[in-house]
């Protein structure tokens, strides 16, 4: 069971499992030979469709169906893009802080993730241009920074762009929580900004849906499909048909966006009632920033607060919060929490913080 405030958790309880369960039902009942034989490595053609004209729509991403490719999560897309387009001892910028998964990703590849710091405009593009130069890839979460919760600028966003395309570095643009904005209409993908074809686009159902489906997509440029094709096909074929095949069913049949449409307003609410009990429990111990996205955030800590031994005494309370630290590879280290509020109750979120209220005044006390 996940604990408050593991990050990344959904609401699962509000997930409409009948309806996915029927669809999914159906397909398991009497599967269609197609549905039983090996499929395209891209991806099932309705899936990839259904795709297409949500994330021109949604996201502003520039695609036909046959430039994106069905993945089992982000973190299989992170892995065949730094495979496919790394060479070993390649330098690649990755953000500060930022997502394990794609530092291993970068690292398993045989190059060297060179981390630059994130600012309130997002990742430093000048920093990242003065310390590695020559780097050939950028990892980057824009929409909402992980795990700062920043939305970088466009002003930043064009930068960036510029610099890709004179440099030919690629750009793996990780749109992992887009979907959840409470405040305004997200920015536009970097994709659609893209002229050059130098970005790889990424997003995952694992915060819309539930992890273990593990389902996520890719779009590349119209030059990159081929090998990007093969890479998937030597990794694994192609990802499960039947799940593949209830997934295009549920969105085009809107249940995905009543869905999410239903989650931003729950997680909306959520992020209200941590705000509430964060001003209530904690007053003055952390800064809270308010959460305008996602499904996180961050409490900032005085700066000498040791964030990861405030995290060992929250776990030994039942609660999982992981320290900010961890997120750095280096440089910068600002001491803070990171707190999940989507996957909890209201009554879990003010027990929770409730609790670590408890480990700090012990941590102050000691
Ligand atoms: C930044 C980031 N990218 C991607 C993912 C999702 O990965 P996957 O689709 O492999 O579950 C997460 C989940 O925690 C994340 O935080």
């Known amino acids: 069971?996940?604990?408050?405030?593991?990050?990344?958790?959904?609401?699962?309880?509000?997930?409409?499992?009948?309806?996915?369960?029927?669809?999914?039902?159906?397909?398991?009942?009497?599967?269609?030979?197609?549905?039983l034989f090996y499929g395209d490595p891209g991806g099932y053609m309705p899936l990839?469709?259904?795709?297409?004209?949500?994330?021109?729509?949604?996201?502003?991403?520039?695609c036909t169906p046959e430039q994106i490719i069905v993945v089992s999560g982000a973190q299989q897309a992170l892995d065949i893009a730094a495979r496919l387009l790394l060479d070993p001892g390649d330098q690649a910028w990755i953000e500060e802080p930022g997502y394990a998964g794609a530092y291993w990703a970068i690292v398993a590849a045989g190059a060297r993730p060179v981390p630059i710091n994130v600012?309130?405009?997002?990742?430093?593009?000048?920093?990242?241009?003065?310390?590695?130069?020559?780097?050939?890839?950028?990892?980057?979460?824009?929409?909402?920074q992980f795990p700062l919760g920043t939305t970088m600028t466009l002003t930043r966003r064009l930068e960036l762009l510029r610099w890709a395309h004179k440099?030919?570095?690629?750009?793996?643009?990780?749109?992992?929580?887009?979907?959840?904005?409470?405040?305004?209409?997200?920015?536009?993908?970097l994709q659609g900004l893209d002229q050059s074809g130098n970005v790889i686009y990424l997003g995952t159902f694992s915060k819309i849906m539930f992890a273990s489906l593990r389902l996520g997509y890719m779009v590349v440029a119209p030059d990159l499909v081929d090998g990007f094709l093969r890479a998937k096909a030597v990794t694994d074929r192609?990802?499960?048909?039947?799940e593949q095949a209830a997934l295009a069913e549920f969105i085009i049949e809107g249940h995905l966006g009543r869905h999410i449409r239903r989650m931003r307003?729950?997680?909306?609410?959520?992020?209200?009632?941590?705000?509430?009990?964060?001003?209530?429990?904690?007053?003055?111990?952390?800064?809270?920033?308010?959460?305008?996205?996602?499904?996180?955030?961050?409490?900032?800590?005085?700066?000498?607060?040791?964030?990861?031994?405030?995290?060992?005494l929250a776990a030994a309370d039942g609660l999982q919060i992981l320290p900010l630290t961890s997120f750095y590879q280096k440089t910068q280290q600002r001491s803070g929490l990171i707190l999940g509020f989507a996957g909890y109750g209201d009554h879990e979120i003010r027990e929770g913080i409730q609790k670590l209220a408890r480990v700090l005044a012990k941590v102050k006390t000691q």
């Open 167 to 189: 440099s030919g570095a690629w750009v793996l643009e990780d749109d992992y929580d887009n979907e959840f904005h409470y405040a305004s209409h997200p920015i536009a993908s």
């Open 265 to 312: 307003t729950l997680y909306l609410h959520r992020s209200q009632v941590l705000i509430n009990a964060v001003e209530k429990y904690l007053g003055g111990r952390v800064e809270l920033l308010r959460p305008d996205a996602g499904m996180h955030t961050v409490a900032w800590l005085p700066l000498e607060t040791d964030d990861r031994k405030i995290s060992q």
């Open 119 to 144: 600012d309130q405009d997002g990742l430093n593009v000048q920093q990242g241009i003065a310390r590695s130069p020559r780097a050939r890839m950028i990892y980057i979460t824009p929409s909402h």
């Open 48 to 62: 990839r469709r259904a795709l297409a004209s949500y994330l021109t729509v949604a996201r502003a991403v520039r």
């Open 1 to 35: 069971v996940p604990l408050p405030f593991q990050v990344g958790v959904p609401a699962l309880e509000a997930f409409p499992f009948e309806i996915w369960n029927r669809i999914l039902h159906r397909y398991l009942k009497k599967p269609s030979r197609e549905l």
């Open 238 to 242: 192609h990802c499960h048909t039947i």
